[in-house]
């Protein structure tokens, strides 16, 4: 299994970026794909998560209203649109592949995409 995150750069404070995750061999109805993210001199942590086959969405208190996870079909990229960027979003974000939205539920990882939000 491979993935590949991509659309990370810097934008300003209230803008948007649009991050992608192409997965690799078959994505089940009970697959979780998630994006997790980390600054620098903290852990890792969740983002956003969907689960493929309801497409049911779960997102972390901090980025609830403001990020949108999202997939258009069986086979299609996972995607996270972030709106109103804060600084305090600037952080290496990675894709994951999983059974549980949750960190402990992943599986496999992507290399990350740095995001910069700058004040």
């Known amino acids: 299994v491979q993935l590949q995150a991509s659309g990370g750069g810097l934008v300003q404070a209230g803008g948007s970026l649009r991050l992608s995750c192409a997965a690799s061999?078959?994505?089940?109805?009970?697959?979780?794909m998630g994006w997790f993210r980390q600054a620098p001199g903290k852990e890792r942590e969740f983002v956003a998560a969907?689960?493929?086959?309801?497409?049911?969405?779960y997102y972390a208190d901090s980025v609830k209203g403001r990020f949108t996870i999202s997939r258009d079909g069986a086979k299609s990229p996972v995607y996270l649109q972030m709106n109103s960027l804060k600084p305090e979003d600037t952080a290496v974000y990675y894709c994951?592949?999983?059974?549980?939205?949750?960190?402990?539920?992943?599986?496999?990882w992507g290399k990350g995409t740095q995001v910069t939000v700058s004040s």
């Open positions: 994951a592949r999983g059974t549980s939205p949750d960190y402990t539920g992943m599986r496999h």
């Open positions: 061999g078959l994505l089940f109805s009970s697959t979780v």
């Open positions: 969907i689960r493929w086959g309801r497409g049911s969405t």
